[in-house]
């Protein structure tokens, strides 16, 4: 038997998911599209976010509709300026030069193509429920939802439906618990509640008490919530792991057979949008009863996806309270009575939860799930590309392209500088701005 199973998800060619991407707009444009990604993967610097597609030719460049992937993290619309996005993947010096000759590429956010006829792009995002899909809708995004994670969960996860577990239960449950920035911050609070309810002596976890992002100390962190702050050593009570976050798409066999439930610390809570990543796939998976921490209606999200939870089994109403400190409370308090069940109690409910367990495994890898979540995905991107066509107007095009043609570009142009050698970003755009200005010639 495999015991050990280790996905490392930054060795997984992501790129071939957004090549599937592409060859769905292709199919429902029947022409080419520019496919813009972060890369490396999890990334989330402007900087990143470059085309999947290499040696783009310029009527491409400039005709094609452009797809932006926003899939695997939560969408921060606050994190990128509303201006000038393009010019901060540029050098200060080139910059400058691009102001002195007056030349003001129109870009915003995440929209870094200011070449592109069209008048919006798209967004495809993973998330529901966000107040940030309504900014990007209103600065020139067409927005395409779809469930990424899952897609990625079934590759990252493959090789978990044919491993057979031999139960040995030394722990009631299973916490990975790794990093701890930015949305996460939740997860210290946490620890601590399970300590106050003498807890942590049933919970196989650990805890970082130097947070691998930051390279800080919980103490010395300064929290977004503030009510997040653990008042206790953490690390007192429980191992201390140096695991990073990205570790959340590797798993042990062995956790799982040597505990019953798996409580699972999702990326967002402290939150209204829904947005499951991996980690809630993961137990379901492998086969694995869970209780599920993330916002609030997430337990719904995931039925809404044809899995079943476990509220006949157990108390689930924690997943429709919106405070989120009391939701916390709410988990740990069910916790609470999981870990004070009498033997034969545990056995009659734990057979039930893993027919149930059983069941999510088999629809996680079934063709079922996989045509409902591509066949998903599909319909919403034919729907944007519709709706990109229908309601352009190149209006921003026309005027920009007038601007250039008016404007004395030639010493720019044609200067050599170390600025703009072969080869850079700084080189291409000056050849994008050359074209721009012989299209503009058309519309004088």
């Not at 792991?241 to 999702?266: G, K, N, Q, R």
């Amino acid at each position: 038997m495999v015991a050990f199973i280790l996905i490392h998800p930054m060795s997984i060619p992501l790129d071939r998911l957004y090549h599937y991407i592409e060859q769905l707009a292709q199919e429902a444009h029947t022409d080419d599209v520019i496919i813009y990604r972060f890369f490396p993967h999890g990334s989330k610097k402007i900087q990143d976010l470059n085309p999947i597609q290499t040696d783009i030719l310029w009527e491409t460049f400039t005709t094609a509709p452009t797809i932006h992937c926003h899939d695997q993290e939560p969408l921060n619309y606050d994190l990128y300026p509303t201006e000038d996005t393009m010019t901060s993947k540029f050098s200060p010096e080139f910059n400058q030069q691009l102001k002195v000759y007056n030349i003001q590429p129109s870009t915003s956010n995440l929209r870094i193509n200011p070449f592109n006829i069209y008048d919006k792009c798209i967004l495809i995002h993973s998330e529901q429920n966000s107040a940030n899909l309504e900014q990007y809708k209103k600065d020139q995004f067409i927005t395409v939802y779809y469930w990424s994670h899952a897609l990625i969960s079934l590759d990252w996860f493959r090789y978990a439906e044919h491993v057979k577990q031999q139960k040995q239960i030394k722990k009631t449950f299973l916490i990975y618990n790794r990093a701890w920035s930015g949305t996460r911050e939740y997860r210290l609070k946490f620890l601590e509640f399970l300590i106050r309810l003498g807890l942590h002596h049933t919970c196989q976890t650990s805890v970082n008490p130097i947070e691998p992002e930051l390279g800080i100390h919980y103490e010395l962190h300064k929290f977004k919530n503030p009510a997040w702050r653990p008042q206790t050593v953490l690390e007192k009570f429980f191992p201390i792991s140096d695991a990073h976050s990205h570790y959340s798409a590797d798993f042990d066999i062995e956790d799982y057979e040597a505990t019953d439930i798996e409580v699972v610390l999702e990326t967002l809570f402290d939150d209204s949008r829904l947005h499951l990543t991996e980690k809630s796939l993961r137990p379901i998976a492998c086969g694995q009863p869970f209780i599920l921490v993330g916002t609030h209606g997430s337990l719904e999200y995931l039925r809404s996806y044809g899995f079943k939870t476990f509220g006949d089994i157990w108390d689930e109403h924690y997943d429709l309270v919106e405070n989120p400190e009391e939701r916390l409370i709410r988990i740990a308090d069910l916790m609470r009575q999981i870990a004070n069940w009498d033997d034969d109690t545990r056995e009659n409910k734990m057979s039930q939860a893993r027919i149930i367990a059983e069941y999510n495994q088999q629809h996680f890898f079934s063709k079922e799930f996989f045509n409902l979540i591509t066949n998903e995905l599909q319909i919403n991107l034919a729907s944007a590309l519709t709706e990109l066509e229908t309601t352009n107007t190149s209006q921003r095009w026309f005027d920009w392209r007038k601007q250039l043609a008016k404007t004395t570009l030639k010493k720019f142009i044609t200067e050599e500088s170390p600025l703009s050698k072969v080869g850079t970003s700084e080189y291409r755009t000056k050849q994008h701005i050359v074209r721009a200005i012989q299209t503009a010639k058309k519309y004088q």
